[in-house]
């Protein structure tokens, strides 16, 4: 089944304790990219991927890491976590020609206290 | 300036009837890409439809249809015939030409039996 999968799911951490939210697609896309869902906001591009080793900023990179060392993974990592972080996550990917069809992830709900 | 922009954060609509959403945009690039996705309780991103900046016609998909004004900046979901099953979290999305993607705030769409 084609599909883009987040880990973990839910996590609740503490300020400055770093955290890997990893982020898998077995449909050999070449775009990757991470999204935040806030209440009112709607959703922000953190940082996308055009392809193994080639990572962009989006509209809100500060506080975040990405890497993209393989097509079918791109991990976001949070290296000093706060609590304006806390936030709904989005890994999303799609074919470098139909970026129309952006397959997402189920998010993952993080908490930072 | 917002490069998207949903004026509606709430919408009824009777079963059966059609309703509009709006979204208006912002870009200078010629080349972009406009999108409606659904996001329902359960919190999945799901895909609906897509509209080319090149495009000549309106994209059209099942129930959903897009009212793309070219010198407007606008790209209106139209969704005909309501459903329960679309009451849900409404976003629209634009993709401009350096594959950076923008997301509005949202229309929460409630249908009324």
């Known amino acids: 089944e084609a599909q883009v999968t987040q880990n973990p799911r839910y996590l609740i951490t503490v300020t400055g304790k770093k955290l890997t939210v990893t982020c898998s697609q077995n449909m050999n896309h070449e775009y990757m990219s991470w999204y935040r869902q806030d209440p009112g906001l709607g959703l922000r591009q953190i940082y996308y991927s055009m392809n193994v080793e080639v990572t962009d900023k989006g509209d809100v990179p500060e506080g975040y890491k990405v890497s993209r060392k393989e097509k079918r993974n791109f991990p976001l990592i949070l290296e000093s976590p706060s609590p304006n972080q806390t936030s709904l996550y989005f890994c999303a990917s799609s074919s470098g020609t139909r970026y129309n069809e952006q397959f997402f992830g189920p998010g993952t709900r993080l908490t930072v206290l | ?113």
Not at chain 2, 3 to 28: H, N, R, W
Not at chain 2, 45 to 57: A, E
Not at chain 2, 76 to 94: E, K
Request: contains cysteine; negative net charge; proline residues 4%.
């Open chain 2, 1 to 113: 300036a917002q490069k998207i922009t949903q004026t509606q954060p709430g919408m009824f609509v009777q079963e059966k009837e059609a309703v509009t959403l709006d979204c208006t945009y912002d870009t200078s690039d010629p080349s972009y890409g406009l999108f409606w996705y659904k996001q329902p309780s359960s919190g999945e991103m799901i895909f609906l439809i897509y509209q080319g900046s090149y495009d000549q016609q309106n994209a059209t998909e099942g129930r959903y249809s897009l009212n793309f004004q070219k010198a407007r900046k606008s790209a209106n979901l139209v969704i005909s015939a309501s459903q329960l099953g679309d009451s849900a979290m409404y976003f629209c999305a634009m993709r401009e030409g350096s594959n950076q993607f923008y997301f509005g705030t949202g229309t929460s769409l409630t249908v009324i039996p």
